[in-house]
């Protein structure tokens, strides 16, 4: 029974985990197909950072559908994934312009950040397998 109760919160998780997945793609659609296009105060943030938000929350979710679907558990511990995030954010602005023709940017780390603080909240607000 315990068994059959512990598949039943990991299909939960994996769909919670799948719709953050999909929506973030909607909305990185979104931003390159009209908001960056859009003149407005914030093109700035849309052409700069929005993307860079959602991309930790892209990460995350289908890293942990993932690791659902094979390992049977799911990565929880909040410092780890901190540093996964920020180190997958110094790969990609400090060593991939070294091989990509891209610009490193500082404030991206911090985006990156927010994004994981977004995904973190979200799954903490959304945790309804402890209830």
Same mark, same amino acid.
């Given at each position: 029974?315990? !068994?059959? *109760?512990?598949?039943?919160?990991?299909? +939960?998780?994996?769909?919670? /985990?799948?719709?953050?997945?999909?929506?973030?793609? +909607?909305?990185?659609? %979104?931003? !390159?197909?009209?908001?960056? !296009?859009? *003149? @407005?105060?914030?093109?700035?943030?849309?052409t700069?950072?929005?993307? /860079?938000?959602? =991309?930790?929350?892209?990460?995350? @979710? #289908? *890293?942990? &559908?993932?690791?659902?679907?094979?390992?049977?558990?799911?990565?929880?511990?909040? +410092?780890?994934? @901190?540093?996964?995030?920020?180190?997958?954010? $110094?790969?990609?602005e #400090?060593?991939?312009? $070294?091989?990509?023709?891209?610009?490193? /940017?500082?404030?991206?780390? $911090? =985006? #990156?950040?927010?994004?994981?603080?977004?995904? %973190?909240?979200?799954t903490?607000?959304? /945790? &309804?397998?402890? =209830?």
């Open positions: 029974m315990l !068994e059959r *109760s512990l598949v039943k919160q990991h299909f +939960i998780q994996i769909k919670y /985990d799948l719709v953050i997945f999909v929506m973030c793609f +909607i909305l990185y659609g %979104w931003n !390159e197909l009209y908001l960056k !296009e859009q *003149s @407005s105060i914030m093109n700035w943030f849309f700069g950072y929005y993307n /860079d938000i959602l =991309a930790p929350i892209i990460l995350l @979710s #289908y *890293s942990n &559908i993932l690791i659902l679907i094979f390992m049977k558990k799911k990565i929880t511990n909040f +410092i780890g994934l @901190s540093l996964f995030v920020m180190i997958v954010g $110094l790969y990609w #400090y060593i991939t312009p $070294l091989y990509k023709n891209s610009t490193s /940017d500082i404030y991206d780390l $911090l =985006a #990156y950040y927010i994004g994981f603080l977004i995904y %973190w909240l979200s903490k607000a959304g /945790d &309804i397998t402890k =209830a």
